[in-house]
């Protein structure tokens, strides 16, 4: 069930029956020669809409701007301050503590958001707790990053090895491919992508990384992976709100 | 050609033959008995895909939060603070402007973030402005409001006369059912909802809009229309943005 | 009545007898060659002083600096970021709210000032919005532009037809001179300025209006018309102010 | 010279013959039984005003709100909070450094402002400091209190001794007594206000000073005691000035 | 007791004899050419501890970084933004009030601060006051200057006469050196250092105190000297703190 | 070489020779029942300060305050808000830039600070990246955690195995008490804490771990472990210092 599909007196009927919500979060920014400047945004939205389907969880739009900066020496890349980032999960997370949500699973598909997301949380929950609020009602966020899930990870050892990397991965290009119905091609020189730190400016990423892939190969990338990988997805995410529900 | 589907060197070459760009805007909020909560930003998506396509426009990510504060006493109404708004695109726009980005329009398909829009051009501007930097080269945002386009204006007026409305209109709700493929029956109760001032909090908003519609009957909408007000709303910001590149 | 000239004991017992107040808002911008910087503030706040005299209504301080981030490029110009002036209005109706007032009318001379004035009221209906509070007791911020009151508008056509322009408008000038007592002559070259957008960075601004005045002649004005656009002005207002009485 | 009351071109042609401005800045707050709410702003007001004239000073426009919490629990204060007020004052200073302006001389009304004043003009400095920008050109702030000048102490201590007080004295209400127009009468119980610290919050502030007052006794202010008082005030101000001008 | 070396259960302890806490904060600034760069910090740091273990008073951590813009011109300086100082010392505030505090005494080491927690404390006043809350159980914040302490005063006129200075002085050379178990020795050219004011950006503040001294010559410290500070520091200290808590 | 304990002609002197520097960073937080609040602080100081005598670096101040919302529930802990966080820890790496450090390493006690240490970085990389500024002399961030270098696990496992824990653990509790030179005694009830997820508020917290440790049984902690956590400490922090001088 997508809440940008719903009318509010469907939304309130769901919040009879639960009170979880699942939000894609992703990023707009540079994967490499042959991804899409989308896929951090793509890749959670398909798995989170089929997840929503099959099991009837509630999914928030998808946010698609995220904390990219490192990537901003490619054209195309849009990043937030992680201040603004932190504001405006915090106005998303008051808004749905106003209709009574207690469960946010953040569902992301970018590493450069995990700290960020992190402090989100915690400036959430400081309000409450240096007002010495009461715990009860408020919204517990949590994240899954679906490209760290069990089953993924598996899945891109078994397709591509070594060759999977760190951004611009192949399982991601792959998948987001899949998603979108494109599919594009370059070469890779080199074949797999050098390592390194991301934690830096976008200058220095540029260096670091001349064609915006880290450790990768994604030229393997092939649109059929995509269709395991979103099965892959919806799987560990299953696990994850499963675990999420259960908490306490 | 949607951002989200490109790759940077595709980006690059863009920037090649065309230094604008269009991003949609929306909001998650509740539009009546019938309307979906996307509405907002499906609209604006929709039509600025066509034109993208149509017009080899490049096309950012559809923001789909928006400052929605008083339509937070509905369900599944999500909204940024002003504030927040403000720094997100503060942070969108110098985003582009690292890029060499220098005509932006914000596709808007909702009113209440008219003033919010216009108040964060305000901010980036008054930081050149205070700082007597040159005007070179910055980023201009403009706004187009495909909902006042006169094409769009025409054939709702045609369609539904006095019953179009304000909010929870029966042309947003037609092409929202349109694009998304879907339809909702709701009786409507009164017919016409009634008028009245959105500028108040979310309480003060449902006593006076106690279903959520603002002088409307989306009752009207057909999902047919939807494929008119289409047409109607590309043709609208085809003529926005051909007078955008032309100023200066 | 005005609050800079009251004890505390005497808003005391105006409080008892009307919950309502009004706070006239200018701008400190240049008003072309022969404006006065301070135009903005001074219109608004004769006008809300008589008016505060005839009706017994509480007239605030006034408040002089706006946002006027296009002007910058004219000397004597001061400008608030927007994210400023919703911090000084977000206080001052936190302060407003301290004592019992449900009513506060923005008395605006500075059309520079609406979106910004707009995103303020909204940044403070979110605080509310959010928390679920209940309405009651809130005061409902409103805004009345003077120099868009009808009989405002129907003597300046009268008085000065196309002349009476946008920006450094010939009524303004007029109210402005009578009020302070002051005359100021230039010759007006070309004798009706340019039209164009204000939503630009201020050396743009500066390009598209080398004097500062937009589609006006103020040369056409008198300190006698000031007179009459005191009276038109205050009728307005009058209106406006009873129409936010009754509402609800 | 007031800023206010010029055009664009007289202030350019100031600023040929100087770069210094005033600005005065007050308070809107409780001032005892029978002070104006409006006293902190009025005062420097007028001084600044008739500085301005004699040695041909431009004067800016006058700042009515300041850091007034502590008064809040009496009707008709309004307070700005310390980092609203920072923000304020720091877009002033940015607008008047974009002008050229070197010397700004703050002529403060209210002690309560000072510490915020001075915490400004630190944040503003913080900006150079920090990107190791040079001195050159950058506007040097400063403050000056007409409360506590030479001239103005001593002719308080000759006319009021004692009975002059903190809060509500009897030369600010003497003084915006004359500058005003007004006058109020009320009985003072007890005749000389309790004294205390005012660095509290505005239900502590009231439990210690019930009526307002902090050690005066405002019963003794006269209309025509304001004249020498300004007069006082002027001198004191025009001897602040030049120290400013000189330094360095 | 120091807060850093207790657990939990003994604070919880503590809070049952006593609501109050005392709290070292100082600056991280260049001392002249024989001063510490922790100076501020160690000395009001010195006196707590001996405070706290004297009198049973809980002693808070060491704030270690302040506002000290003006000495970023000198290698080793940090300062914080006052905006930021404010934030900490309000989230400080506001940790403290959770656990029942009611009375904090800033021990402060560093003129430039002053302002600054000033702002920080009406910041904090500002929020309780605009809600109208009850003042029953809020932190009553409170600042004490160790340098001027009426004991720590005397000492220095009597050691060191014109000599002390404003910054960079003796006896805060002294105590620091005494305290860490330290001695520098540098010449001082000229032998006191230029008067001046501090009020301004760091280029200006090195141009006007070459060698970052003000009016002082810190030749004249000695560690033995110290010894005698931190006594009269803690005389004076405790005076303050009895005040406090006599305070209604 | 202590940052504190240097003038700052020694500061520019070991300018000369190296443009890297340490800072402690930890927290002010409960750590169970016989744990210091000021273990997270306590810790990396000591290890900075050995490491800096050891292999002449520059260590700064020790930041004492930390992320510690959800330890809140506890009495004597104090947390800054992530966002407060962030801006101190942007002012601290301005500062540093401004002297011409280009390499800053944060040896953190707190586990808790991470995710806010790590957007704090790309909020300063953002500054330069969104501003296309070149990467030359900017300071670059990097974080090393104490608690999670190798040889201190090792040492960990070997000395406590599976009830080293979480929070409040065995090595932290003897590292601090060996370097404060105390020593607590508490009965541990259960034995070994629980295992949960501290990213919550603080009652949820509190209600998870009822006397503040997570997993961990920190009875089994002694002094002379401390000074063996100590040498593992440096070691590890050497290592991680010398890889980051390595890089690039």
New interface residues.
């Given amino acids: 069930m ?8 469907e ?2 009927a769901y ?1 009879e029956r639960s009170t979880g919500i699942v939000v894609p979060i992703g990023s ?1 920014e ?9 896929t951090d ?2 890749c959670p939205e398909a798995i989170a809409w089929a997840l929503g389907e099959r099991h009837d969880i509630l999914i ?6 995220g ?1 990219a ?2 990537h ?13 980032l ?3 999960l ?3 997370l ?3 503590a ?3 949500f207690t469960r946010v699973l953040f569902l992301n598909g970018h590493g ?1 958001n ?10 959430v ?2 309000t ?8 009860t009602g ?1 919204p ?1 966020p ?1 994240l899954f990053n679906w490209f760290l899930g069990r089953r993924v990870r598996e899945l891109a050892a078994e397709l591509y090895g070594d060759a999977e990397g760190y951004h611009a991965t192949a399982s991601e290009v792959a998948l987001s491919w899949y998603v ?1 119905g ?1 599919e ?1 091609s ?1 070469t890779m020189t080199p074949r797999i992508a050098p390592l390194g ?1 991301a ?6 990423f540029r ?1 670091r990384f001349p064609d ?1 892939r880290m450790g990768s190969d994604p030229s393997l990338a092939r649109r059929e992976h995509g269709a395991r990988f979103l099965e892959a997805g919806v799987a560990d995410a299953w696990e994850a709100w499963q675990g999420l529900i259960d ?1 306490e």
């Fill in positions: 997508r809440l940008q599909l719903s009318t509010w007196p939304v309130e919040l707009t540079q994967h490499g020669p042959n991804g899409l400047i989308g945004a793509l928030g739009p998808t946010l698609s701007l904390m900066q490192h901003l020496a490619f054209p195309g890349t849009l990043s937030l301050r992680p201040s603004t932190i504001a405006l915090r106005d998303t008051d808004s749905l106003r209709h009574g450069g995990i700290a960020t997301l992190k402090a989100a949380f915690a400036e929950h400081a409450r707790s240096l007002a010495a609020a009461p715990a408020a517990q949590a979108a494109v594009k370059a730190s934690e830096c400016d976008a200058e220095t260096r915006g908490e």
